[in-house]
């Protein structure tokens, strides 16, 4: 798991707390991702970063705030969640080369949101 | 709705039969990716088959792509209870995109 590292990788919060997802890849790729994946539900793209620029936002509610300070680090910042947002946040990084890539995942962060 | 597809949603062999999973997708692809994971883990890189290729090999993989039918085939051979996990196909979807999309997978139980 020297590739893209998360932490921590398990998170019980409240629905009152805000607390930060980190990510950190050592692929010197140019492409970051955060993912969600529920039981029973496909993996769900949630935010795309670029080199280092948001280029992709899948409709997720505001209480998850992305941050990318540079091509390695990959935050998800958040606040009042619910319920429903526990989950499994898996990050990625990929190095885009003419549409023709792979990704490289991190463990992922087990959050329970009581 | 999801890109991907997977058939069928779980799958359970003894140690030494194949496995053959399969992926249906809807729009035109510049690729397709297979991913394993394990229980609580993320996801690992399979295989890529381009759009121009009809099939491809790694160790005891095997991967076909029908761009016709808009489908793929994961077989697994000899399997063992090390294969025990999940498997995802992935695609693009987009002509000059940065974003994979996943289907639900197909959870493999490999017994010894």
């Known amino acids: 798991e020297t590739g893209v590292t998360q932490t921590p990788r398990h998170l019980v919060m409240g629905m009152t707390n805000k607390k930060s997802l980190k990510c950190e890849q050592h692929?010197?790729?140019?492409?970051m991702y955060w993912y969600k994946q529920s039981a029973k539900k496909p993996l769900e793209l949630m935010f795309v970063?670029?080199?280092?620029?948001?280029?992709e936002n899948n409709s997720v509610p505001s209480r998850f705030s992305p941050e990318c300070p540079n091509s390695s680090h990959l935050f998800l910042h958040l606040h009042t969640l619910q319920p429903e947002d526990s989950a499994l946040y898996l990050c990625?990084?990929?190095?885009?080369?003419?549409?023709?890539?792979?990704?490289?995942f991190g463990p992922g962060t087990r959050l329970t949101v009581l | 709705s999801q890109q991907g597809e997977e058939d069928p949603q779980a799958l359970s062999i003894q140690e030494g039969e194949n496995a053959t999973m399969n992926c249906s997708y809807k729009?035109?692809?510049?690729?397709l990716q297979w991913y394993r994971q394990n229980s609580g883990r993320g996801l690992v890189h399979l295989i890529l088959?381009?759009?121009?290729?009809r099939e491809k090999h790694s160790g005891r993989l095997r991967v076909t792509l029908d761009t016709s039918k808009k489908s793929s085939s994961l077989l697994i051979t000899a399997s063992r209870a090390a294969d025990t996990a999940s498997y995802f196909c992935?695609?693009?979807?987009?002509?000059?995109?940065?974003?994979?999309?996943f289907g639900k997978g197909t959870t493999l139980s490999v017994s010894s």
């Open positions: 990625a990084s990929s190095q885009v080369l003419s549409g023709v890539y792979e990704q490289f």
């Open positions: 692929l010197g790729h140019n492409a």
């Open positions: 970063y670029s080199l280092e620029e948001r280029v």
């Open positions: 729009t035109s692809i510049n690729n």
């Open positions: 088959i381009r759009s121009n290729e």
């Open positions: 992935a695609t693009d979807a987009r002509q000059a995109g940065t974003a994979l999309i």
